[in-house]
T-cell receptor
Framework: EAQVTQNPRYLITVTGKKLTVTCSQNMNHEYMSWYRQDPGLGLRQIYYSMNVEVTDKGDVPEGYKVSRKEKRNFPLILESPSPNQTSLYFC??????????????FGPGTRLTVL | LAKTTQPISMDSYEGQEVNITCSHNNIATNDYITWYQQFPSQGPRFIIQGYKTKVTNEVASLFIPADRKSSTLSLPRVSLSDTAVYYC????????????FGAGTRLFVKA
């Protein structure tokens, strides 16, 4: 089954404790992206990657890191989480077409709480 | 970056047709218009995509006028399960690959 998976689905942590949220897709998509969703602020893009070793900032990259060492995986790293990073996180992937981002397939989400 | 404007919310009753219009005045010449549906605590799900005129699939229709500055998502005969937030997206008109979700339209279907 074609899908985007995220782990963990739920995470409660404390300020400053490094964490990684994994994202994997099995559709051989070149484009992958991370979003956060907060009440009243909608979905905001954190980082995206056009291909292996190619990443770029979205609208809210501060406090996050990403890496794209393999095509199928795009982990989101919070080196020193803070309470304002408490949010619902979504990973997505897409197969770029004609130089643009095509339909994106989203993972189930990771609900992160930073105390 | 191309921006979109949609109504914040809409109410409807079961069995009615719902039309949600999105304004995208600065859409790039080669860009498509994509609509997503999102239920609470779930990731957005693709509904329909189009470039011009009309596109129809098994769940919705998309109407795009000749100037492409707006588009209308049409949901025929909605049911309670269509209660969700609907987003219209266009691409990054700066030539990049960012994705910007607008505020979306919260559709509430009543019995």
């Amino acid at each position: 089954e074609a899908q985007v998976t995220q782990n963990p689905r739920y995470l409660i942590t404390v300020t400053g404790k490094k964490l990684t949220v994994t994202c994997s897709q099995n559709m051989n998509h070149e484009y992958m992206s991370w979003y956060r969703q907060d009440p009243g602020l909608g979905l905001r893009q954190i980082y995206y990657s056009m291909n292996v070793e190619v990443t770029d900032k979205g609208d809210v990259p501060e406090g996050y890191k990403v890496s794209r060492k393999e095509k199928r995986n795009f982990p989101l790293i919070l080196e020193s989480p803070s309470p304002n990073q408490t949010s619902l996180y979504f990973c997505a992937s897409s197969l770029p077409w004609e130089g643009r981002v095509d339909t994106q397939y989203f993972g189930p989400g990771t609900r992160l709480t930073v105390l | 970056l191309a921006k979109t404007t949609q109504p914040i919310s809409m109410d409807s009753y079961e069995g009615q047709e719902v039309n949600i219009t999105c304004s995208h005045n600065n859409i790039a010449t080669n860009d498509y218009i994509t609509w997503y549906q999102q239920f609470p605590s779930q990731g957005p799900r693709f509904i329909i995509q189009g470039y011009k005129t009309k596109v129809t699939n098994e769940v919705a229709s998309l109407f795009i006028p000749a100037d492409r500055k707006s588009s209308t998502l049409s949901l025929p005969r909605v049911s309670l399960s269509d209660t969700a937030v609907y987003y219209c997206l266009v691409g990054d008109d700066t030539g990049g690959f960012k994705t910007i979700f607008g505020a979306g339209t919260r559709l509430f279907v009543k019995a």
